[in-house]
């Protein structure tokens, strides 16, 4: 249920076996940390989409029934499994997103992602409009007038953006504004931004936090003849993955 909205069913088995593992691996590290409030993992993005049984089908089912158990270990504790859509060329660090390092959530080069409807968006907003969908982070900033990256993380994603207006200025983080504008409209925090007419354009690559898993790296991994194995390691650097009885 949760296999079939993640990723396309119609995509390589690889790609289906590898996200099948990420999946169950993801939810038995929520499970263990979920600290009795009634449930483990939640069904939306912010957890893993769940689509329930009409998100199941014979591909799906295959993928599952091909790993069943296997599940990817840390010093023999199920990790966790972070994943997105794209990466933008290059997954981001752990310590990039959530400020903690974690030793297989490193930064990693990702290839061939191109077909990814995500490799290249942009979203153009007037200044009005762009000041309005900033108020609720209370900035004080007055008409806004500027926005400007003024820190990048290791792998390129904007760390800090400095925002200007007639009333003062203030500074946020690259997570903040994308949370304020919307993670449909930027869809990644690896982003340019320019000027063009008047207006604030974000020219960005990638879908998502960028941290684990690219789910377009993979299947790009999977179409050049990768196993789900090495699909998995390459993006888990030092994991093992093992069997494991619920």
Known sequence: GTLGREVYSRWDASTLRAQAVVTR?????????????????????????YGGVRAENASVAQAVADTRSEVLTWNGEPILAAFHS????????????????????????????????????????????????LAPLAL????????????????????????????????????????????????????EIRDIGGDVVFVGSGHGHGVGMSQWGAQAMAERGADYRAILAAFYPGTTLERRTP
């Open 25 to 49: 691996t993801y939810a038995l590290y929520q499970r263990a940390r979920s600290g009795g409030q009634g449930y483990d993992v939640e069904a939306d993005t912010s957890h893993q989409v």
């Open 86 to 133: 794209a990466s933008g060329g290059r997954t981001a660090g752990a310590e990039e997103v959530w400020g903690e390092p974690l030793p297989y959530l490193r930064s990693v080069p990702v290839d061939d992602e191109e077909v990814s409807p995500d490799t290249y968006w942009r979203v153009r907003l007037s200044r009005p409009i762009l000041g309005r969908a």
């Open 140 to 191: 004080d900033l007055g008409a806004f007038r500027e926005a400007r990256v003024v820190e990048r993380t290791a792998s390129g994603r904007a760390a800090r953006i400095a925002l200007f207006g007639s009333g003062g200025s203030a500074t946020v983080t690259g997570r903040q504004l994308r949370s304020a504008l919307g993670d449909g409209v930027i869809r990644s925090t690896l982003f």
